[in-house]
């Protein structure tokens, strides 16, 4: 009896993306603090991404399956836009198909492995689908105002605990509010790059807290906004000295389908310390490519957006 009444007072939330007409969401990862590139750099840094969201027909075993393919991109670094195409960017976020059961879990994902020797605290090629429109995994028994779950993702090589409580709930809509913890460990040579204890000069212990916010549309059956901020605290030990330093990072996902809210594309600042980072860039990056087209110097602002590390 207790079970039957349990399960009246419980709300199912389902995830159900088009497949007639594709949807589109932006995405906007804000970066304040030490930022893993040019050696390492205390500065500002947004990237701004389009992606088409679309469903497919079942798997083999009858499961759900969305794909998602990047549209738009931008880059900005200390207020400069960065001269990053869509293609380049492509290159590390290809067209991705993902099998989901109806309450978000990923259940197979056709992204290839991309090692990357810098990472960022929150991000992970890989998991692209769970940071932007499968953000939440909802219990098959349903959700209840007030009530709390838990939830663990592998976001990049090490797990991601959500703990997430229902904020409100009617026909039409829900409001979640998130909490995340990670915990990881990594090791770096001289230049910054993550190599295997073996090589490394550092190690880097990282314990990463946030707090966010999802709204949910269920009529549509997706999320239609994230946003959350999270806190990295780096604890950085030289192996020689045994001395210990400290890194901050502060990032900001926003996740919005769009059509639902004001656009949340970055808006380049136009100030004469922008443009000067414009001019540095591109000369330094013109410098490279004549050097080696294979080691430009764009390599390393996009790949510091691409993986997860505060060192």
Do not use: C
């Not at 990357?116 to 499968?134: A, M, N, Q």
């Not at 790059?193 to 549509?220: C, M, N, W």
């Amino acid at each position: 009896m207790y079970s039957l009444i349990l399960a009246a007072l419980l709300t199912p939330i389902q995830y159900n993306f088009p497949a007639q007409k594709p949807v589109v969401y932006e995405m906007k990862v804000s970066m304040q603090g030490y930022i893993p590139v040019l050696g390492g750099n205390e500065g500002t840094a947004e990237l701004f991404l389009g992606i088409e969201v679309g469903a497919l027909p079942p798997d083999s075993e009858g499961r759900l399956r969305a794909y998602n393919d990047l549209v738009e991109v931008k880059t900005v670094f200390n207020g400069a836009t960065l001269p990053f195409g869509l293609d380049s960017i492509k290159s590390f976020f290809p067209k991705t198909t993902v099998s989901h059961s109806p309450y978000g879990k990923v259940l197979a994902n056709d992204a290839p492995d991309v090692q990357l020797p810098v990472r960022l605290p929150g991000l992970d090629p890989k998991r692209f689908p769970e940071i932007t429109y499968l953000p939440l995994e909802f219990p098959a028994e349903g959700v209840e105002i007030g009530k709390s779950w838990t939830f663990v993702r592998k976001i990049g090589p090490d797990d991601m605990v959500y703990t997430v409580k229902t904020h409100s709930l009617d026909d039409a809509s829900a409001k979640f509010g998130v909490s995340v913890q990670q915990t990881s460990l990594t090791y770096e040579d001289e230049a910054g790059e993550l190599v295997a204890e073996a090589e490394a000069i550092r190690k880097v212990e990282t314990t990463l807290t946030g707090q966010g916010e999802v709204h949910f549309d269920r009529k549509k059956g997706m999320a239609t906004q994230v946003r959350v901020v999270t806190q990295a605290q780096g604890n950085v030990t030289d192996l020689s000295s045994k001395k210990v330093s400290q890194r901050q990072l502060t990032t900001t996902l926003d996740v919005r389908l769009r059509g639902t809210g004001p656009s949340i594309e970055p808006s380049p600042k136009k100030s004469s310390e922008a443009a000067g980072w414009q001019s540095w860039l591109q000369r330094a990056a013109d410098f490279a490519t004549n050097v080696s087209r294979s080691v430009s110097m764009g390599w390393s602002l996009l790949k510091a957006f691409l993986g997860i590390r505060v060192s």
